[in-house]
């Protein structure tokens, strides 16, 4: 709330619920005041994670924090006491033969100290996050420190301890050749880089160069080494095949056949049901697909309206009735139509250290007026029960949006089916892929074949075209050959 949503009275907030947010921390040893601390602090560790102060919202009138170095140990503690479970121990003795060659050379390297950037490279669904999880399970059981991170909120999620490589490094959002990271050379997270011995960051290929010259340099200078990355050794991830930037222009195409599905099942068992996924293009064709799947979804609808107004309060127009009508990627619709065991996903992160990313899929289990209760359905975070608010939203400005305006409703929307570019880092059971039209980009089509474990777990619908929905069993697949060409060079995959 206090990051979300624009509270007119932090302290009175605090002031009003403190008895009930400290009730669990009051004990025989412990009196109201020290639980009140405690929880000053355990508020404070959220709002930190999430890149903000809790004395800028003057809860209390004194000042809550730490010392610099109680700041530091607390920093490193965190990430030691991340232990790795014995699944992922075991899986070290099951690698394949090209997993084992570079995790043997990795790991090498991380105790040789003296450092080396690599690159994974491998199609969707060869075991790149297997081989990750036994690197990070290798390193944090001698003790040491392995930092987890991956581009998207998605992907981030899949890793133990994973958080988003603009999360860890605190990369600016609009930085450009000239910066460096929001990192201070005295800073508890320059000790915290400084002291780990391995740091992976997965989908990197979907990162901007700029924030990776960002991060390098800014471990240089934490480091005072001019070793590439500060002499850390650095195991970057991803797949060249995959999505890129859409180009309009110099692409080829091949053309591939596929088999037709006309009809599919709704699984009224939420569980399996999160394990299918329907893929397609554009959003427009999202929204129609989910729409016509949650009206025959089985039980009582739950509607939620949300609250739209313009970011230009000056302006002498009402235009309410019409922002109702917009539809932009990124925001949920004006009104929600949810349904209990229904799927969801989130379009904000919300604590991306507990699971809550933008992309994390989940499964609504109850409904009130001002919070929804969901179960997280994937991740290592499964299983586990969080809460939704209603938070104010604002269109993303890469989206070209008619009125600039902000609307405040829930930050999910319903998610039986995803576009392409959002599958990515994800893995399904059965996956349908709806292709109203063509793909627009090079590797979207790669992308959604390689969602499922097994080819007889995709299905494909091909329309003649986007007005036409007769079926046909060919469609584009736009390549740009220079890119894998470019991508497959030795010099390009040398350690």
Known sequence: ???FCDIPSPRGLWIKYKEHLCEDLISSSVNIIDAENKCLHMISDVLESLGK??????LVSYYIGLTKQQRIHKEIQAEKNLLPNEADLLAITKLNQSQRAAFDTIIARVYSSS?????????GGTGKTFLYKCLLAKVRSNHDIALATATSGVAASLLPGGRTAHSRFKIPINGDDKFVCNIGKQS?????????????????????????????TTLRDITNCDKI????VVVFGGDFRQTLPVIRSGSKRDFIEASLVKSRKICCDPYPLMKRGILTPKNEYVDEINNTLIARFPGEEKYYVSYDELLDSTSPHDFADFLHTISVPGLPPHKLI????????LLRNINPAEGLCNGTRLICDDFRDHVIRCVIASGEHFGKHVFIPRIPLEASKDEKCSIPFKRHQFPIKVCFAMTINKAHGQTFDFVGIYLRQPVFSHGQLYVALSRAKKADCVKMLICNNHRDTSSTNVTDNIVYEEILTEACLPNNLSY
Request: charge should be negative; glycine fraction near 8%.
């Open 1 to 3: 709330m206090l990051v």
């Open 53 to 58: 102060n809790i004395n800028d919202f003057a």
């Open 115 to 123: 450092g080396g950037v690599f690159f994974v490279d491998g199609p």
């Open 188 to 216: 508890a997270e320059a000790a915290l880089l400084r002291e780990c011995k391995l740091i992976l960051w997965d989908e990197a290929t979907m990162a901007n160069r700029r924030d990776i010259e960002n991060v390098e």
């Open 229 to 232: 990355f500060g002499g850390k």
């Open 338 to 345: 949810l349904k209990k065991n229904c799927p969801v996903m």
